[in-house]
């Protein structure tokens, strides 16, 4: 696998690729007892640059994806910031969930549009250790229109949204998460709950550097640049600060292309940030030709990613 050398330039395959599974393939993701599984490989490149090695376990399917910052974080801006994937798969996974539930129905859609507004927050100290993450209400417009009265369509968003959506689950509910940490091979304690089924793991270093690409089976790129950030504000990177008090918001606009696939445009506002267009489809379990990566795997990798990017800004 190619990566993004030390100037911070991109790997030949783009930002997002799908990759050859000839190093993984655990058949414990791929269980047929009614639960999704994946799992994601991150590393880190240079500077704030990281990759991500998505499989989703119901197709086997393996997506390889590079993560950047912006000039907030002293990022190079090559690729989508991490709540860029976070949120883009939101969107995308909202949208399989509104289209699942109008097939279910028999009802074309003919217009499928979304407007999410995401806004993060963050308060505290980085040295101190007091520095704490929130997350304001999540704003979503829908646009629709398909062989259905008006009714009807709203109904099938209030289903979607409620019902059917696991990302709307992770978003109302409070999951307890499981980690277990080591430090050059030694497991180390923390207060929360050990997920020991990770601790028989092996370092995915080998894997990851042995994975080479599959054939794409689509001729656009997954992820581009659309707009580039404006120039940096004068006091630097706002978000390596010491002393935080600021609230992150996230804009996103997406719809259906002609050819089914989603496109996502994903931009951070505050601090201004560059534009980032993603393309999304469904899985083949879902009725998807997985041209693109699904919603719940750019979903796993932004969470991923921003593990690692705090990391890094804890480090530096």
Known sequence: MSVADSTGGLPDRGIAFRAAPAEFGDPSLTKHDGLVRLRTRTRALTGMQKEAVVEYGPTGTIWRLMCDEGPWLNGTDLAPFPLAFFTAGLTAQLMSDYLAEAGARNIAIDRLELRVENFFTMEGSALKGTMAAGVDPIQVAMRVSGDAETAELEDIAVIALEDRSVAGVGL?????????????????????????????????????????????????????????????????????????????????DAGLRPDGLKEIAVQCIRPAGSRFILLSDDSADMGGQERAPNGLTYLSAGIAFCFMTQLGRYAQ
């Open 172 to 252: 109302r509910e409070q999951l307890p998460s499981r980690f277990s940490i080591r430090l050059n091979g030694r497991p180390l304690n923390w207060s929360g709950e050990d997920a020991p089924t990770m601790d028989a793991m092996k370092d995915p270093e080998p894997a990851l550097t042995a994975l080479n690409a599959a054939e794409p089976v689509l001729s656009d790129p997954i992820i581009v640049k659309d707009e580039a950030a404006p120039p940096p504000p004068t006091e630097g990177a706002v978000g390596l600060q010491s002393d935080q008090k600021r609230q992150v918001h996230v804009h996103t």
